[in-house]
């Protein structure tokens, strides 16, 4: 079955950078949107980026400027590299896949910002 497996989640201080990587098998993974939502404890999962299949990127006010989204088609796996954390960005981020009806998703990473 399609598995979406992220890693590179951690513990940062404020202003610190990390990258987050989602590696999918399984999956015809070039006609896919590729999304990472965060849910911090006790909040609704948000989603923080998103990118077409043709590369096209969107993000909220929130994370725009400082966190970007990147896919790799050949090695069938999403980026997000997080730059100038805040510790408002300490969630659980998890990468998701969507077509049609279709949607897969991770088993999340923690993010943790310190102050």
């Known amino acids: 079955q399609v598995q979406l497996v992220e890693s590179g989640g951690g513990l940062v201080q404020t202003g610190g950078s990390l990258r987050l990587s989602c590696a999918a098998s399984?999956?015809?993974?070039?006609?896919?949107?590729l999304n990472w939502f965060r849910q911090a404890r006790g909040k609704q999962r948000e989603l923080v980026a998103s990118?077409?299949?043709?590369?096209?990127?969107n993000y909220p006010d929130s994370v725009k400027g400082r966190f970007t989204i990147s896919r790799d088609n050949a090695k069938t796996t999403v980026y997000l590299q997080m730059n100038s954390l805040k510790p408002e960005d300490t969630a659980v981020y998890y990468c998701?896949?969507?077509?049609?009806?279709?949607?897969?998703w991770g088993q999340g990473t923690q993010v943790t910002v310190s102050s």
């Open positions: 990118i077409s299949p043709g590369s096209s990127t």
């Open positions: 998701n896949a969507r077509r049609w009806g279709d949607a897969y």
């Open positions: 399984k999956l015809s993974f070039s006609i896919y949107t």
